[in-house]
């Protein structure tokens, strides 16, 4: 059974959590792996990101993705969020901190982005 891809983060937003320093133990792994496929014109390589349980066999690289949930744990106790609808922002409160983001498509990567300007503040579980 496939899971949404929403409860997980992005590559992208796992990717600047890593950068950002926060390393969250996880169910999922985004992975990437090479491998070889064939064709009638012969083999040809495949480089390419993944989403998968760990541990399975070696990918040349790991990078952890958290659910809504492991992220969630992860941010300030009195973590409020307003949405507002019919805007193009939504806006995420830690004690008397605002911080004002774009809509997301995924709404892990709004937790991840959050996550990360929290710890840039400062802020505390």
Same mark, same amino acid.
């Given at each position: =059974?496939? *899971? @949404?891809?929403?409860?997980? &983060? *992005? /590559?992208?937003? #796992? %990717?600047?959590?890593?950068?950002? &320093?926060?390393?969250?133990?996880?169910?999922?792994?985004?992975?990437?792996?090479?491998?070889?496929?064939?064709?009638?014109?012969?083999?040809?390589?495949?480089?390419?990101?993944? /989403?998968? *349980? !760990?541990? /399975?066999?070696?990918?040349? %690289?790991?990078?952890?993705?958290? *659910? =809504? $949930?492991?992220?969630?744990?992860?941010? !300030?106790?009195?973590? $409020?969020?307003?949405? +507002? =609808? &019919? &805007?193009? +922002?939504?806006?995420?409160?830690?004690? @008397?901190?605002?911080?004002?983001? #774009?809509?997301? @498509? @995924?709404?892990?990567?709004?937790?991840?982005?959050? /996550?990360?300007?929290?710890? %840039?503040?400062?802020?505390?579980?």
């Amino acid at each position: =059974m496939n *899971s @949404n891809p929403n409860n997980y &983060g *992005s /590559l992208e937003a #796992c %990717q600047r959590l890593v950068a950002a &320093g926060i390393v969250l133990e996880t169910e999922k792994v985004w992975a990437f792996n090479e491998w070889i496929a064939g064709t009638d014109e012969g083999p040809y390589g495949i480089e390419e990101w993944r /989403l998968i *349980s !760990p541990p /399975l066999t070696p990918y040349k %690289q790991r990078i952890p993705a958290p *659910s =809504m $949930v492991e992220v969630w744990r992860e941010l !300030p106790t009195f973590t $409020v969020i307003e949405k +507002h =609808m &019919g &805007g193009t +922002h939504e806006a995420w409160v830690i004690g @008397n901190k605002r911080y004002e983001t #774009c809509l997301y @498509n @995924n709404p892990t990567d709004a937790l991840i982005d959050l /996550l990360i300007w929290a710890r %840039q503040k400062g802020e505390k579980k």
